[in-house]
């Protein structure tokens, strides 16, 4: 019997739900994605704050088990369907590894080119001066370690790759220039090249300045 596809509750230009989306389709997995329209104010509405008190996307209705935040879920479908441990390794130094990124992907980058892109995207007047320094900073850490590696916690691609991706690879839609960091670039073409891959979606005309 054919299981019945996870559904993602998820706003469409949202890099934490482009991460469990990627995920999803990296591991095979059938999925129905439902949008919540934030301007009407869905994600505050009782029967979404049944799933997620926090009114937050992304959520997940795996046939009935229901998880939220973008990172819980990702180690959840990796935990339950990567019936090969690539995407989360079992070995301790290697999971610390992996959450050292997800830290980052919350942090540095979630308060640096993700901060200052959602200041473009919805016309905020907020200065975007720190934010923009942030994402430098983190993305002259990942130049680093992807000096030394493929991926950022190991050799081959992990869930500190699949978090971290979205809001790098968009980073310029927040004037967080890429050109500087070509380690980065090439990181961003080999997450790209993974079969499987789904791209973030395309921002529409008008909202990115």
């Excluded at 479908?77 to 290697?94: E, F, G, S, T, V």
């Excluded at 016309?123 to 923009?132: N, P, Q, T, V």
Aim: charged residues 20%; neutral net charge.
């Amino acid at each position: 019997m054919n299981r019945p596809p996870i559904r993602l509750y998820r706003h469409p230009l949202s890099g934490h739900c482009h991460r469990v989306e990627l995920l999803l389709s990296l591991l095979g997995l059938p999925c129905e994605t439902i949008d919540i329209d934030f301007m009407k104010r869905e994600q505050k509405a009782p029967s979404f704050l049944a799933m997620n008190p926090f009114g937050e996307v992304p959520v997940i209705d795996d046939a009935g088990t229901i998880v939220h935040d973008s990172n819980a879920i990702l180690v959840y479908l990796a935990r339950r369907y990567d019936r090969d441990q690539r995407w989360l390794p079992q070995d301790a130094k290697a999971q610390a590894a992996v959450q050292v990124w997800f830290s980052a992907a919350a942090g540095q980058i979630a308060f640096g080119p993700a901060s200052s892109r959602v200041c473009n995207l919805f016309g905020r007047g907020d200065d975007k001066s720190d934010a923009i320094a942030l994402g430098h900073r983190v993305l002259a850490v990942m130049e680093g370690e992807l000096g030394r590696r493929a991926f950022l916690a190991a050799a081959t691609p992990t869930l500190a790759d699949i978090a971290s991706y979205g809001y790098i690879k968009v980073a310029p839609e927040g004037d967080v220039d890429l050109a500087p960091y070509a380690n980065v670039r090439a990181w961003l073409a080999r997450v790209e090249a993974l079969p499987g891959f789904v791209p973030m979606p395309r921002t529409p005309v008008g909202l990115a300045a």
